[in-house]
């Protein structure tokens, strides 16, 4: 079935700077890749997704590219603040099994 | 819009016990999915409902079941509980399942096993 990667497991950046955060997935036939931010006491939220017929998309501070001949994808934040300190998740579709995700990556901005 | 909803928020049970937890989907999403978070395995799918039928299930065992009804609202049940089904559980809702369809969480209930 359907695997994937997240990396690093945590992150710890200075306020301002910019976070990446890279994931992996094994069955080519994923086409949907969702990520999400859980801050302690909540639920996941979703803070950006892509689509397998496109390469890149932005909303302010955050981007996703994907590379599907590679099969991976990145979330990139730009000038990080201390509220974007949470675990974020990737996820990939799998028919039959909604989403697998990603173990996750605790990112804390350092102010 | 109201988002998705799960009563109770925190629950303490004792081995060999059963319970039965509550989602309520975001109105109009006839989709409802259910994961477990725990630290070692992290969010792992149990099953997923669609217009009062089960549609996908994850890989765990039977002890683990639910339920949908007429209004989308979602129930999931665990029975003769063990230590480790103490973990996170999440509903998660969406419009119709499909396959690159958002879904929205709720912010879960916390099952705690002794």
């Known amino acids: 079935g359907e695997n994937v990667e997240q990396h690093p497991s945590t992150l710890s950046v200075q306020e301002g700077d910019s976070a990446v955060i890279k994931c992996t997935y094994s069955?080519?036939?994923?086409?949907?890749f969702p990520w999400y931010k859980q801050e302690l006491g909540k639920g996941p939220q979703l803070i950006i997704d892509?689509?397998?017929?496109?390469g890149e998309k932005k909303d302010q501070r955050i981007a996703v590219t994907l590379n599907k001949t590679a099969k991976h994808f990145s979330l990139h934040i730009t000038e990080t603040q201390p509220e974007d300190s949470a675990v974020y998740f990737c996820?990939?579709?799998?028919?039959?099994?909604?989403?697998?995700f990603g173990p996750g990556t605790r990112l804390s901005v350092l102010p | 819009k109201a988002g998705v909803t799960q009563t109770p928020r925190y629950l303490i049970k004792t081995r060999g016990q059963q319970v039965t937890l509550s989602c309520s989907p975001i109105?109009?999403?006839?989709?409802v999915s259910w994961y477990q978070q725990t630290p070692g395995q992290g969010l792992q799918f149990l099953f997923e409902?669609?217009?009062?039928?089960?549609?996908n299930k994850g890989n765990f065992p039977g002890r683990f079941s639910g339920r949908q009804f007429s209004n989308s609202r979602s129930e999931m049940n665990v029975s003769t509980l063990e230590l480790g089904d103490s973990a996170l559980y999440l509903c998660?809702?969406?419009?119709?399942?499909?396959?690159?369809?958002?879904?929205?969480f709720g912010p879960g209930t916390r099952l705690l096993v002794l």
């Open positions: 998660a809702s969406s419009l119709a399942g499909g396959r690159q369809e958002t879904q929205y």
């Open positions: 069955d080519s036939a994923s086409n949907y």
């Open positions: 892509i689509r397998s017929n496109v």
């Open positions: 996820a990939a579709s799998l028919y039959g099994q909604n989403f697998v």
């Open positions: 109105s109009g999403h006839r989709s």
């Open positions: 409902y669609f217009s009062e039928t089960q549609r």
